[in-house]
C-alpha cells in the first residue's frame, strides 16, 4: 500500500462528497483535469476520460444538471435514479483519485463511494434545514450548494495536483 493512501482517500472522500451534492461536477472536473494532462490514468479502464469527447459530454451533463437542479419537478437525490448516479460517479471519482495519485485504488473508490452517500444525506438535510430555518428561498440555497459543489472539486483537484503525492 501507497505512503500516500491517507490524503488520496481524503481526496477521494471529499470529491465522493461533492458528487453527493451535484453528480456529474467532480467527474467532469477530474476529466477536464485529465483531458489537460494535469494527471494521469493512462492504462485504466477509465482512460476514455482523457478525451475531447468525454470533457464535452460530461460537461454538459454538468451544466444541465446544475440548470435541471432548480427546477421545481426535481425528484430528490435521496431517490432511486439520482442516487444510483451519485454512488456510481462517487465509486467512479474515487477509483479515479487512486489511479492517479498512486494509491489503492479499490480502497479510494469505496472512499468515493461512502463519501457520495454521506454527502448527498448532509446535502439534502442541509438544504432542507436552511430553507425551513432561514426561511431561504429554494433556489439561493440551490445556488449556493453548485459553488460549493463546483468550488470545492476545483479546488481539492487543483491542491491535489499541486501537492502532487
Known amino acids: 500500500m501507497s505512503d500516500n493512501i491517507v490524503p488520496v482517500l481524503l481526496i477521494a472522500c471529499c470529491l465522493g462528497g461533492f458528487t453527493g451534492l451535484r453528480t456529474f461536477t467532480p467527474i467532469t472536473v477530474l476529466s477536464w483535469t485529465l483531458h489537460l494532462h494535469k494527471m494521469s490514468i493512462l492504462g485504466s479502464s477509465l482512460h476514455f476520460l482523457h478525451t475531447t469527447p468525454a470533457v464535452i459530454v460530461l460537461t454538459m451533463f454538468a451544466v444541465g444538471e446544475l440548470v435541471g437542479d432548480k ?40 472512499a468515493g463511494l461512502v463519501g457520495a452517500i454521506a454527502g448527498a444525506l448532509l446535502g439534502y438535510e442541509v438544504r432542507r434545514g436552511w430553507r425551513h430555518t432561514f426561511h431561504t428561498p429554494d433556489l439561493v440555497v440551490a445556488l449556493i450548494e453548485d459553488l460549493v459543489a463546483v468550488g470545492g472539486s476545483i479546488l481539492v483537484v487543483s491542491r491535489a495536483i499541486y501537492l502532487s503525492f
Open 71 to 110: 427546477m421545481p419537478r426535481t425528484p430528490s437525490r435521496l431517490k432511486a435514479p439520482g442516487m444510483v448516479g451519485r454512488i456510481i460517479f462517487g465509486f467512479m471519482c474515487g477509483a479515479i483519485s487512486g489511479q492517479a495519485w498512486g494509491a489503492n485504488w479499490e480502497l479510494t473508490a469505496v
